[in-house]
T-cell receptor, first 114, second 116 residues
Framework: AQKVTQAQTEISVVEKEDVTLDCVYE???????LFWYKQPPSGELVFLIRRNSFDEQNEISGRYSWNFQKSTSSFNFTITASQVVDSAVYFCALRGTSYGKLTFGQGTILTVHP | EAGVTQFPSHSVIEKGQTVTLRCDPISGHDNLYWYRRVMGKEIKFLLHFVKESKQDESGMPNNRFLAERTGGTYSTLKVQPAELEDSGVYFC??????????????FGPGTRLTVL
């Protein structure tokens, strides 16, 4: 069975602070894909990043960066110099070798105060 | 290119009534998925269509839920009769054909269903 755990239910920061959202996963598949999605107040889920299990290189995209560590089964997401517009619910998700369904974590509510 | 659309955005019904949710995937996307988020919990998979065929319906909670995808285009999810525990946000997603595990799924805005 696959499982994704986002232990942080809610995080509150002040603008310009850095914030890291944790994601820990469980899977028996040797090949799998990890995703992060953002759900702004408007409700839709916005795709942020996909990482496959063979690529442990960290990735940076503007103020966003992702740290994938297979040894600890973690795929953490860091926002540098947070902004109010970053306020949203963030979901980590996993897909195994049988293409199709995503297994999501419970989501982390991020609130960035001005 | 239009994104995934869902209708209605909100639905409030009474227990025992029937509700039908609709999803229009991105044009040309063969894969269509339904998910549900109940009471702030994790988003859970319901089922997966490849074109008009059900590839995986392991997440459907019970036989009160019926999903169809006529002609491999839009999809409907009918709940009949609705129960209180069916309340939640129903998301639809679509992705391109082939290399399915690699392709990201694009999500619609969801339908918020409230059963009173």
């Amino acid at each position: 069975a696959q499982k994704v755990t986002q232990a942080q239910t809610e995080i509150s920061v002040v603008e310009k602070e850095d914030v890291t959202l944790d994601c820990v996963y469980e899977t028996r598949d040797t090949t799998y894909y990890l995703f992060w999605y953002k759900q702004p107040p408007s409700g839709e889920l916005v795709f942020l990043i996909r990482r496959n299990s063979f690529d442990e290189q960290n990735e940076i995209s503007g103020r966003y960066s992702w740290n994938f560590q297979k040894s600890t089964s973690s795929f953490n997401f860091t926002i540098t110099a947070s902004q109010v517009v970053d306020s949203a619910v963030y979901f980590c998700a996993l897909r195994g070798t049988s293409y199709g369904k995503l297994t999501f974590g419970q989501g982390t509510i991020l609130t960035v105060h001005p | 290119e239009a994104g995934v659309t869902q209708f209605p955005s909100h639905s409030v019904i009474e227990k025992g009534q029937t509700v039908t949710l609709r999803c229009d995937p991105i044009s040309g996307h063969d894969n269509l998925y339904w998910y549900r988020r109940v009471m702030g919990k994790e988003i859970k998979f319901l089922l997966h269509f490849v074109k008009e065929s059900k590839q995986d319906e392991s997440g459907m909670p019970n036989n009160r839920f019926l999903a169809e995808r006529t002609g491999g285009t839009y999809s409907t999810l009918k709940v009949q009769p609705a129960e209180l525990e069916d309340s939640g946000v129903y998301f639809c997603a679509s992705s391109r054909a082939g290399q399915g595990a690699r392709n990201e799924q694009f999500f619609g805005p969801g339908t918020r269903l409230t059963v009173l």
